[in-house]
């Protein structure tokens, strides 16, 4: 079946602008997470869901940063005002339930550059 | 608090065996380990359960040590296929939000 899918794989803005990530997970999981992931590190958590409910935002870098999943399944993750120091790579990961039994499936991830 | 792996990197050949460990300063409910090669998505490999249960698809082995809050994984006669970048990847409590080590990269020559 379909895996995670995220849009664009690419964005670039410029600093001041507004940008919308989307994250579609895998049909059927309840959970969706949202990670940034540094060049040569670890996915850095930022915020996940359970259905339509966040669960956790204590990873969420700033005021800036926000992100819904309205109907429980698609996912935005939105950046106002981005900085430069946003630049990353952006993963979102979906899983059957929030049971630290569960693997995550990760998509491949939007990069952002700001300039 | 980030879980800390070691090595950070480790470079092979063909045949060979590899150990990559995982500590962590908190309590574990689980450790999942997944593996990334270049400028693609991290891949689940397995999830290691308290009471000594594991949940995986590849063949790699691993220990989960509950009372030490360690974790090992365990690369044996390693293939070129095995190369990449290994992340640990502890539950913050009881749920799913993960927080990962900084990585192990891997690196199987002919």
């Known amino acids: 079946g379909a895996g995670v899918s995220q849009s664009p794989r690419y964005k670039v803005t410029k600093r001041g602008q507004d940008v919308a990530l989307r994250c579609d997970p895998i049909s059927g999981h309840v959970s969706l997470y949202w990670y940034r992931q540094a060049l040569g590190q670890g996915p850095e958590f930022l915020t996940y869901f359970n259905y339509e409910a966040q669960q956790d935002k204590s990873g969420l870098p700033n005021d800036r940063f926000s992100a819904e999943r309205p109907e429980g399944s698609i996912s935005t993750l939105t950046i106002q005002r981005t900085e430069q120091r946003d630049s990353a790579m952006y993963r979102c990961a979906s899983s059957l339930s929030w049971s630290v039994v569960n693997e995550q499936f990760f998509g491949p991830g939007t990069r952002l550059t700001v300039l | 608090q980030q879980p800390v792996q070691s090595p950070q990197a480790v470079i092979l050949r063909e045949g060979e065996d590899a150990v990559i460990n995982c500590s962590s300063s908190k309590a574990l409910y689980s450790v999942h380990w997944y593996r990334q090669k270049h400028g693609e998505a991290p891949v689940f490999l397995m999830i290691l359960l308290k009471g000594g249960e594991q949940k995986g698809h590849e063949k790699i082995s691993a220990s989960f040590n509950e009372k030490k809050q360690q974790s090992s994984l365990y690369l044996t006669a390693s293939q070129l296929s095995y190369s990449g970048t290994y992340f640990c990847?502890?539950?913050?409590?009881?749920?799913?939000?993960?927080?990962f080590g900084q990585g192990t990269t891997l690196q199987v020559k002919p």
């Open positions: 990847g502890a539950p913050s409590g009881n749920t799913g939000k993960l927080i």
